[in-house]
Structures are given as structure tokens and as C-alpha cells.
């Protein structure tokens, strides 16, 4: 059981930088997908970025492709979101992922059982 702790959200104005952590319990390993998900009131959970831990492969959706820079640590067993430039609609709440032999393609989300932290607020506001 990999346990998921994520920190660094907050509120910002438009235009402005955070940087999410997400900290595992333990060593995942070198065949872990590991990503960022995100849910707005009333909407439902979205893919933002994703990462394999054995590799330097990452996958990102449209809306923050160059906003947003996914990356790890595997020394500290932490995952990272770099968001920039952020804007209202990125508002939401941030939800690390982690899944054995899952892909990134699909947020680490698959037919493996997935391990979810229990999320950090983000709010932009203009």
C-alpha cells in the first residue's frame, strides 16, 4: 500500500507560480506511472500531467502543455508539479496518482490499482 501526501497548493493571482510535491511512503520502484489529477466543483476529475518513474517519458494535457512541468525525485520518493502562468480555470483540486505498469497516456489509470493522495486546493484568481 503506497501512501500519497501531496503539499503546495494554495491561492495565487492570475499569471502566478506554484509548486505541488506529492511524497510516497515508500519506494515505487522503476515501472510506476505517477501523475497529477485535478477536479473543479461540479466537473469531473481530469488528467494535467503524468510521469514514469523509470523513464524520462511524460505526458501532459492541451490546456497546460508549457505552463506546467511534471518531474520526480526517486532519491526522495516525491513527484513535483511545476504550474506557471496560471490562470482561473486551472482552479481545482490536485490530486496525486501512482499505479504499477500503468501508462501515462491514461493519467496512470488502467488496470492497475491506483494509489491516490488526498489532495491539495488550488485557487487562481484574477
Known amino acids: 500500500q503506497v501512501e500519497l501526501v501531496e503539499s503546495g497548493g494554495g491561492s495565487v493571482q492570475v499569471g502566478g507560480s506554484l509548486r505541488l510535491s506529492c511524497a510516497a511512503s515508500?519506494?515505487?520502484?522503476?515501472?510506476?506511472?505517477m501523475g497529477w489529477v485535478r477536479q473543479a466543483p461540479g466537473k469531473e476529475r481530469e488528467g494535467v500531467a503524468a510521469?514514469?518513474?523509470?523513464?524520462?517519458?511524460?505526458f501532459y494535457d492541451d490546456s497546460v502543455k508549457g505552463r506546467f512541468t511534471i518531474s520526480r525525485d526517486n532519491d526522495k520518493n516525491t513527484l513535483f508539479l511545476q504550474m506557471n502562468s496560471l490562470k482561473p480555470e486551472d482552479t481545482a483540486m490536485y490530486y496525486c496518482?501512482?499505479?504499477?505498469?500503468?501508462?501515462?497516456?491514461?493519467?496512470?489509470?488502467?488496470?492497475?490499482?491506483?494509489?491516490w493522495g488526498q489532495g491539495t486546493q488550488v485557487t487562481v484568481s484574477s
Open positions: 515508500e519506494y515505487t520502484g522503476a515501472n510506476y506511472c
Open positions: 510521469i514514469y518513474t523509470g523513464a524520462t517519458d511524460t
Open positions: 496518482a501512482a499505479a504499477e505498469t500503468a501508462s501515462i497516456y491514461l493519467y496512470c489509470r488502467g488496470l492497475s490499482q491506483v494509489y
